[in-house]
């Protein structure tokens, strides 16, 4: 199984700033993904991050405010731009193989704009 | 398009007692996946038990078994001899394993174990 390092843990920040959050996997996995979960929800997919390519999203959410990089098959890199509080939220990123039966979450970015 | 639903948003146990949380799903692909996670307060996912669409015995982890049940679309998680350590927030998901296999969660079930 593989193990998804996420930095960073928690976050506080100003209104019209820009945080990068970064996950590490320590085996190559062929999908990532990054997820949103805003207080007491749920998680929503954000986009699929596409190895030395721009990155697939999902309805609602734009490259523009969420540009997300992935180098290579084991880093990726959320960026969540000119922040709001409506952004306060959980940020995981998650990795898997192609029709793997299990996928892994990092440790989750717990971010609070104010 | 796919779509879970998990209608307990609160369930209580006792401690060292069964408790079973459900999860339906609706989906049109042949081939896909079922998983269910634990979120504990500190906002990691811990992926407990996956379940193929094709697998033909219901799935087991330790005190983790999935009762699936295809014909009625559902996918129930039975935790047995609960612990005070499983109190959590429990997610039910589905990739489906044809198309980009991404995660769609259903909203969710708060565990709270009682001593």
């Known amino acids: 199984s593989a193990v998804i390092s996420q930095k960073p843990s928690r976050d506080i920040c100003q209104r019209g700033t820009s945080l990068t959050i970064q996950c590490q996997v320590d085996s190559q996995v062929t999908m990532m993904f990054w997820y949103r979960q805003q207080p007491g929800q749920s998680l929503t997919l954000i986009a699929t991050a596409n190895q030395g390519s721009e990155a697939t999203y999902e309805s609602g959410f734009v490259i523009d405010k969420f540009p997300i990089s992935r180098p290579n098959l084991t880093f990726s890199t959320l960026t969540v731009s000119n922040m709001s509080p409506e952004d306060s939220s959980i940020y995981l990123c998650?990795?898997?193989?192609?029709?793997?039966?299990?996928?892994?979450f990092g440790q989750g970015t717990r971010l609070t704009v104010v | 398009a796919q779509k879970i639903t998990q209608t307990q948003p609160g369930m209580f146990v006792q401690e060292k007692e069964a408790v079973t949380l459900d999860c339906t799903y609706d989906t049109s692909d042949p081939s896909y996946g079922l998983f269910w996670y634990k979120q504990p307060s500190s906002g990691e996912m811990i992926f407990l038990i996956y379940?193929?669409?094709?697998?033909?015995q219901n799935a087991t982890e330790g005190r983790y078994s999935l009762n699936f049940q295809k014909a009625r679309k559902s996918a129930n998680l039975v935790i047995s001899a609960s612990q005070l350590g499983d109190s959590a927030m429990y997610f039910c998901a589905m990739r489906d394993l044809g198309g980009y296999n991404k995660l769609i969660f259903g909203a969710g079930t708060r565990l709270a174990v009682h001593p």
């Open positions: 379940q193929g669409s094709y697998d033909q």
């Open positions: 998650s990795g898997s193989t192609t029709g793997g039966t299990e996928a892994f």
